[in-house]
């Protein structure tokens, strides 16, 4: 039995199977091994231990983690303490489990792999989300995930605060230079989209000449594309409101403060999944 974790689009049961196989050398129940486990650890040995921060964290991944455990000891006793979303000092206690010592030390490394690499992400979406506090700007976060780990990236840069852009390509049109130049214009590209049914409309500009023509086309929201603050504030003039305005492109913690205070309502990161570190997160024995 799993932990009760859902997320759209993602099916956890097979992801615990999918990575516990690659793990051990083969699928679960057909030859798969813990040599270290098996041959160190006697079959009848208990483990107890904690998962602990040794950063400030925020927190992510707490019910994934658990469901590794489960999935190979489903009597294991386990006591979450914190909540996903959590922001917790260096040295919190996240999580106390008792189970077999077998099944623990074979889970371990992937329960820990998952909290530390979505713990990063939310920890630092969090950074972002505090320099732009109290200037109404939002923060999105991008397409730029690692292959097969989408939902769960964008789960986490929820529990740090931003909300999701596109989940991918099927939930808006994103027109950029690319779709500009084949189509032959911004007119003729968002034309198309509209032709087609498209509710969402997002257009990629890079100047501000671009602005008018991609409103009158009909785009619905735009995206301010590597323009500096200066130009970012006239622009968002220039829109008044009409569409939403999106800035991106090269965006760092040291300059988003000034992107938000140009009156733009999003602004999308890529590096919050793209280079996030791990947080610094580990599960240690502990004596009954």
Known sequence: MTAPFSLEGFDLDAFVASTLAEDLGGPLGDGGRDV????????????TGVMDSRDAVTVAGLPIAEAFFRALDPD?????LVSEGDQVPAGTDLMRLRGQARAMLTAERSALNTVQHLSGI??????????IAGTGAILLDTRKTIPGLRVLEKYATRMGGAQNHRMGLWDAAMIKDNHIAVAGSIGQAVGAARAAGIARIIVEVDRVDQIEPAIAAGATHLLLDNMTPEVLRGAVTLVGKRVP??????????TIRAVAETGVDYISVGRLTQSAPAADIGLDFTHE
């Open 245 to 254: 305005t999106e800035a991106s492109g090269g965006i760092r913690l040291d």
């Open 122 to 131: 939310a920890m630092m979406t969090r950074s972002y989300v505090d320099k």
């Open 36 to 47: 270290t486990s098996e041959s160190v650890i006697p079959a009848s040995a208990l483990f």
């Open 76 to 80: 294991v006793k386990i006591d979450v």
